[in-house]
């Protein structure tokens, strides 16, 4: 076979060969946490009034710093912003955290915590309801880490409205 | 003092000897095409006297004429791209005569004696070259209708691209920017920027180009710093007697992702642009105006692309022997930045952090360029070169832009004496000096100067011998000052006609930027800190090649290559707690060795065309016992093109392996997500085109398909390339 019959096979089989393999294409595995929040003790409606899962790559110490980590995307939040919140006066919810309906990234969340708007104001009546914890009975905060193209199970968060985890911001 | 006037007055009276340009005699005449369009005056045709320093080009109407000759005998050397070069020996010049020829040319299907400057800093035939070397014409650039250089880079056998960063044969992979192994030249002057040290490819105005020389492996003996995978030559257009007018128009959109997933807007995603040029040389006066102006909506989220360009070159012939060629060029861009994917199911959408980020960008450069015949066998060259650039970015966590301003000022003096038949000389020295005062690099000030040397002997009638080197010294004000000698040496033997035998050494070695060296950035809590102790990178290129014409319609080439280098710059991620941190650092020793082949056909007159070019490379790492990173092993192209009448068609089509490593760490540490998930390259391009100057109408109107099957594939880590993307391109030539 000559070289230029070679040359010429070999880019037809090449052609034909692209057009049949579209390459990369979506994993369609989406990376977050899934789990359950119980309730107990709901508060009276007027003060029940949103409920939204956060995440903070950083121990919020105080209102400025929760602001700048929402801004910067080093906290996210579930249901986004924007969307309706959790259902309420519920024994429970499963949730999955995911980055197929909300922002997520693939790392580690210091601290996991169902945020409660408990007034009017949406800029300050919050405070956390429920925090993700390891150790039962306790408000201590354990890390979440999101991997890629897994969703974590069992992050679950107890709630109880008479009994609620300390604020961490001032 | 007396004795030393004398020894200068000898010296110099050796150098230039017996043929300073004097009254002489001339050589004139006029060049017309044979074949189909016979009798037709070719213009543009270059006609140099071999062995000398002399030569010229032909006018509108296909005349030359060369004075001031010095009596004697000389071989006349006719070329012109599409054209069989035409060679006439013992042409006998007398003094206050004029020797007269007329040369008619004929049509050649393949290219095969292409007039080349790169090689050895002047102009000589590509079958004198001792090393390996590629030519992609302007003709092949506007066909493609590539909007920046590195498009038409992508074509050339031995070279590939990994984002914008061009890789010659495996000596580069992707450094983010900062520092470049191959060396970028506009019109012989290098071309980098001063603060980044790298090829910035979108301030040459494509529509510009006359043609891109790519010399393959290390060639810092003659060009210093950065050239130490290759050399990569810009050659900007001649100015046309004939009043020239190109105004070009171009459209197009991108065809929707192939998966819903990656559906980011309902809206389609438009490109267009536009440029006017204008060309005149009256008398000894030329003057070439450009502007354009490009707007790219971008197939993914916040990677808009708005651009302008203004170019304008004037040449103005002082003598018979001397003239003066002034560039300036000036590019305006500004962008959003994708950096780089969300995750692979939001391949075209950059994380939310980067969602608003955008780069804005001034560069403009001047240069200079002085050519005089100080004899028929010395010609002198000053070169000159001003290039600034202004860039900055925005992002979302910083307060207001991040800017960098660099200025890079060059000069180079050489001559090439044409000393008796056996020996060429080219000698001379160059300097630099950049100014960089940026947010990230600080305010730092770098420079170096050189001085080199190159004998070209002709040993025998088939028998060439080059030897040269270069020395080189750096300030301090980068790292620690340090100083190279860059040999090298080649032979080139013809056994038979059409044959050429080729071996080659050369040393290079690159000095690392500003950048490497002292960048401070940080975002979040991934930091980028300096690392003032970077010394600079060499690599040994040793090359033996053979090229064969195939009778009168092809060409045949193979190489066989290998470069070992030493003190690699790469960036490194370090972990320290929760905080990461990249550095540069010299990490790596390595060794890249390979072979190459191309092969070119042309049938029917050069109606139909077919090349191909396959390298491989096998990469290693010597250091960490693995493959270098973003070096495909396997890059091959080919392209065929019909032309019937009035009507062309052509089509490409390119297969670059999945490259063996990537930026691993930062796919595992989440920095780019999916960031591993990369396939084999396979795109094929089609496009069909009329000319309808066939008609008397001059116009010239191409539709392109390319990525014509929406092949997904990705360069540069989580960087999803274009989907297929059709663009009709419209040309008036007035």
């Known amino acids: ?170 | 003092m007396a004795m030393r006037r004398q020894y200068c007055t000898a010296l110099l009276v050796f150098v230039i000897s017996s043929n300073v340009l004097a009254a002489g005699g001339s050589i004139s005449g006029r060049v017309t095409a044979g074949g189909e369009a016979e009798g037709e005056p070719l213009v543009g045709v270059t006609v140099f006297l071999q062995g000398t320093a002399r030569g010229t080009t032909t006018n509108a109407k296909g005349q030359f004429r060369i004075s001031e000759v010095s009596p004697g005998t000389f071989t006349i050397v006719f070329s012109m791209v599409g054209y069989r070069r035409e060679t006439r020996p013992d042409v006998l010049v007398e003094e206050g005569k004029e020797a007269v020829l007329n040369v008619s040319m004929t049509q050649a299907p393949i290219q095969t004696e292409q007039v080349v400057v790169t090689a050895s800093k002047r102009q000589q035939s590509l079958e004198e070259v001792p090393v390996s070397m590629s030519i992609m014409e302007a003709a092949e650039i506007e066909q493609r209708n590539s909007l920046v250089i590195d498009d038409a880079l992508r074509y050339i056998p031995g070279v590939n691209m990994t984002g914008s960063q061009v890789n010659i044969r495996g000596s580069s992979g992707y450094s983010r920017g900062a520092g470049s192994r191959v060396l970028m030249l506009v019109d012989g002057i290098p071309f980098i920027t001063g603060d980044t040290g790298e090829l910035n490819f979108e301030s040459i105005p494509v529509g510009q180009v006359d043609r891109i020389e790519v010399v393959k492996g290390a060639s810092s003996a003659l060009y210093g710093s950065n050239a130490l995978g290759g050399v990569i030559n810009v050659i900007t257009k001649p100015i046309s007697e004939v009043p020239e007018t190109i105004i070009r128009a171009y459209g197009g959109f991108y065809n929707k992702p192939s998966f819903d997933q990656w559906k980011w807007t309902e809206s389609t995603r438009f490109m267009n642009g536009q440029s006017v040029s204008y060309a005149h040389k009256v008398g000894d006066l030329g003057v070439s105006l450009f502007a354009s102006r490009q707007f790219d909506d971008g197939y993914r989220q916040n990677d808009f692309r708005r651009r302008y360009n203004f170019y304008v070159k004037t040449t103005e012939d002082f003598s018979a022997s001397n003239s003066l060629t002034l560039n300036f060029s000036m590019l305006y861009q500004y962008g959003g930045q994708f950096l780089y994917w969300r995750n692979l199911d939001s391949a075209l959408i950059p994380p939310v952090l980067q969602k608003t980020d955008n780069v804005k960008s001034m560069r403009y450069y001047a240069s200079a360029l002085y050519n005089d015949a100080l004899a028929d066998n010395l010609l002198f060259t000053a070169k000159a070169l001003y290039y600034h650039n202004d860039w900055g970015y925005e992002t979302i966590n910083a307060i207001g832009r991040t800017e960098s301003l660099s200025d890079d000022i060059r000069a180079e003096v050489l001559s090439t004496l044409f000393l008796d038949r056996v020996h060429t000389l080219t000698a001379g020295f160059d300097g630099n000096v950049d100014i960089v005062g940026a947010d990230i690099f600080g305010s730092k000030t770098v420079g170096g100067l050189a001085v080199y040397g190159q004998d070209e002997m002709k040993v025998a009638e088939n028998l060439s011998l080059t030897l040269g080197a270069r020395f080189d010294y750096q300030s301090a004000g980068l790292t620690k000052a340090s100083s190279q000698l860059n040999p090298k040496a080649a032979v080139l033997y013809n056994p038979a006609a059409g044959t050429t035998l080729r071996a080659s050494f050369g040393r290079g070695f690159r000095v690392p930027s500003v950048a490497e060296a002292f960048i401070s950035a940080g975002v979040s809590n991934l930091t980028v800190i300096p690392n003032p102790d970077l010394v600079p990178e060499n690599s040994y290129s040793y090359e033996v090649g053979i090229s064969q014409m195939l009778g009168g319609f092809g060409t045949f080439d193979f190489a066989a290559f290998r470069s070992d280098y030493d003190n690699l710059v790469e960036a490194g991620l370090i972990v320290s707690g929760q905080n990461l941190q990249i550095q540069w650092r010299n990490v790596t020793k390595a060794r890249v060795q390979g072979i190459e082949t191309s092969f070119k056909l042309g049938l029917f007159d050069g109606d139909l065309l077919y090349s191909l070019g396959y390298t491989y490379v096998y990469p290693e790492d010597i250091t960490h016992d693995d493959l270098l990173k973003y070096r495909p092993r396997h890059v091959f192209y080919t392209t065929a093109r019909g032309q019937l009448g009035w009507l062309s068609a052509s089509v490409d089509f390119r297969f670059i392996s999945r490259v063996d490593r990537v930026d691993v760490e930062l796919v595992e540490v989440g920095i780019v997500p999916d960031g591993d998930e990369r396939v084999d390259i396979f795109v094929t391009d089609f496009r069909i085109g009329a000319d309808l100057s066939f008609f008397d109408v001059p116009l010239n109107i191409t539709l392109s398909l390319n990525n014509a099957f929406q092949y997904n594939y990705v360069e540069l880590i989580g960087n999803m390339m274009p989907p297929r993307t059709y663009v009709l391109v419209i040309e008036a030539k007035l």
């Open chain 1, 1 to 170: 076979m000559s070289i230029r019959a070679a040359a010429v096979k070999l880019a037809v089989f090449m052609l034909l060969w692209s057009g049949c393999d579209k390459g990369l294409e979506p994993l369609n595995e989406p990376s977050g946490f899934s789990g359950v929040i119980r309730f107990k003790n709901w508060p009276p409606p007027d003060s029940a009034l949103e409920l939204r899962l956060t995440a903070f790559e950083r121990y919020p110490s105080d209102t400025s710093s929760i602001v700048r980590a929402l801004f910067a995307g080093q906290a996210v939040v579930y249901p986004p912003v924007g969307s309706t919140g959790f259902a309420k006066f519920v024994d429970s919810i499963a949730y999955v955290f995911s980055d197929e309906g909300a922002i997520i990234k693939v790392t580690e969340y210091k601290y996991v915590a169902l945020a409660w708007r408990y007034g009017t104001n949406f800029l300050v009546d919050w405070r956390p309801a429920g925090v993700y914890t390891t150790t039962p009975g306790s408000f201590d905060p354990a890390p979440v880490r999101v991997l890629l193209h897994r969703i974590t199970p069992n992050i679950d968060i107890e709630v109880d409205f008479y009994n609620l985890p300390p604020k961490p911001w001032q």
